[in-house]
């Protein structure tokens, strides 16, 4: 019996849990990732006498990178006439009303890593006092770690800080390229803050378009073939019907580029960036309708914002996590299979 117990594998198949050789990966990179953050944890902050940098050096100069590539804060006065166009009724049309809250929260996200940089230099020289929150910030900076007072004013996160820093440079690009020059041809879902308001917001541009009801309107997912390197070719076309978005990620399932369909997952292939995907508004009665004429081969894929896969309810009633179901079509199986597989969406990877 020793024998035998001796001879059984340290890790699970996965297959004995229905899911892909590539969750054991996955498994293995969380546990390393968890091993290292506790060794992190328990390093001394204080330098020695060797001739290598000082932990407040390190500090400061990454502070003061941070500062020189931080952009300037959004101004609605450079705002192109059609992003926020009126409507008839003089208002503001439903995608310019969510463009100016996503630049509200982008803007304060901004203020938040331009002060406390800016204070924390000041606290390592000594000119100011080296609060709590000035503290913790330098402690992140040594371990790669984004700051608690980063996080309290922004989006939901799993990076560590140097990827975090780009990552919140390129969303606000996005959102002052947005600003300056109109809404894009595809909008990057994965930049915003609240990914939930845009589809909203997409939805009543065609419900105020056509006088049609929203509660009448669902969106059709139609994965289109082209790819989000694409987009800056100018190749892709904006949708008289609907809007097109990408920077979506699937996990737990390959993509079949030619057959525009969920396959098996690649082995070592983790996470499959997806093409851009036009959601094309419906009303029930014209969705319903294709829906009957077509087999049930859509598994209702969730789109999470980050591959923690879970959340919490906010003040409005939306998960913190969760965004929506997009409906993929499949190859083979049936959607319990791809459920099983832990199929789902992410608008962002750990690094």
């Not at 699970?12 to 990966?25: K, Q, R, S």
């Not at 609605?76 to 006439?81: G, I, V």
């Not at 371990?143 to 560590?160: A, E, F, G, I």
């Not at 990827?163 to 915003?192: K, Q, T």
């Amino acid at each position: 019996m020793r024998t035998y117990i001796s001879n059984l594998p340290i890790d699970e198949n996965p297959m004995v849990f229905a899911l892909h050789p590539n969750a054991l990966i996955t498994a293995q990179i969380e546990q390393s990732r968890a091993f290292l953050d506790t060794v992190e944890s328990v390093q001394p902050r204080s330098g020695g006498g060797g001739v290598g940098k000082k932990p407040e050096d390190i500090a400061m100069e990454m502070a003061a990178d941070i500062l020189e590539r931080l952009p300037d804060a959004m101004k609605r006065k450079n705002a192109h006439e059609d992003t926020y166009a009126k409507t008839p009724e003089g208002g503001i049309v439903s995608l310019g009303v969510f463009h100016g809250q996503e630049l509200a929260q982008f803007n304060k996200l901004n203020d938040k890593i331009r002060g406390s940089c800016s204070m924390l230099g000041k606290a390592i020289k000594g000119l100011v006092v080296m609060s709590v929150e000035m503290e913790d910030m330098y402690n992140s900076f040594l371990v790669q770690k984004v700051p608690p007072n980063w996080m309290k004013c922004s989006y939901p996160c799993l990076k560590p800080l140097n990827s975090y820093v780009n990552d919140a440079f390129a969303r606000m690009e996005h959102l002052e390229d947005w600003l300056r020059n109109g809404p894009p041809v595809s909008f990057w879902v994965s930049a915003l803050f609240f990914p939930q308001g845009f589809m909203t917001a997409s939805m009543q541009m065609h419900a105020r378009k056509t006088k049609i009801a929203i509660d009448n309107l669902k969106f059709d997912v139609r994965v289109t073939t082209t790819s989000p390197a694409d987009l800056v070719k100018g190749t892709v076309q904006r949708r008289d019907e609907g809007v097109n978005m990408h920077g979506l990620y699937l996990q737990g399932a390959g993509w079949n580029q030619d057959a525009s369909k969920l396959q098996e997952s690649i082995k070592g292939e983790l996470f499959v960036l997806m093409p851009v995907v036009w959601l094309c508004p419906l009303q029930l009665k014209d969705y319903n309708a294709i829906s009957d004429m077509k087999p049930k081969r859509d598994y209702d894929c969730p789109v999470y914002k980050t591959s923690k896969r879970f959340g919490l309810l906010s003040t409005t009633g939306h998960s913190t996590n969760f965004v929506m179901y997009l409906q993929l079509a499949y190859m083979e199986r049936d959607p319990a299979h791809w459920t099983r597989r832990g199929t789902a969406l992410l608008c962002m990877l750990d690094d």
